[in-house]
């Protein structure tokens, strides 16, 4: 995440993203043809989690794009390039499901790995052929992953997959949602506890529960 008074030059110095952005700022087509190619897939399938539609995710995806592209003079690093990119996500997923007025389903396929590697939910399975009590049918374990997601509420499971799929730590997933750290790790922390809860037989959850700390303390 960038300091205080950090600059884009600064910025450009730890992260190669935003000095693509820096070069698409310039007209430079080569490099925005580069930064879509690396992030496309990795949005759908976030977007895809968050509005529970491919088709929708996909158009999503072109349409953070589009912006990224349309506000390319005006572009000023004030964090990663991944923190601002999934931040037009995260708005543009909510201004989405705000009109459709209704919660999404998610739909999950655990036995379909993404472009990237396992989706978020495969990298919950500790060993496939582990089993308490006997071998578990994977159609089974797929049920049982599925139905623990679903106790997730929609802000727990874009904290879970920021930080499990895109490895992105408090403080920049806090800068996405526009949530203060500690709220965030109060959302992982419930999140965690769900999923312990319901998959405790089956998976390896790492990290331990979080507890709240007093703002300042992040």
Known sequence: MATIGETTGQLSLRDPDVRLMARVREDDPSAFQELVEKYHHRLINVLCHLVGNQEEAEDLAQEVFLRVYRSRKKYRARAKFSTWLFTIANNL????LRQRKRKPVVPLNVRDSGPLGPRPAEQLVRDPDYHPGGRLAREELADVIQRALDTLNERQRLAVLLN????M???EIAKVMNLSTKAIKSLL?????????ALKDYIFMDGEIVPDVPEGQD
């Open 169 to 171: 730590n408090y403080a």
């Open 93 to 96: 997923a909510l201004n989405s």
């Open 164 to 167: 499990k799929f895109e490895e």
């Open 189 to 197: 922390s419930r999140a965690r506890m769900n999923l312990r809860a």
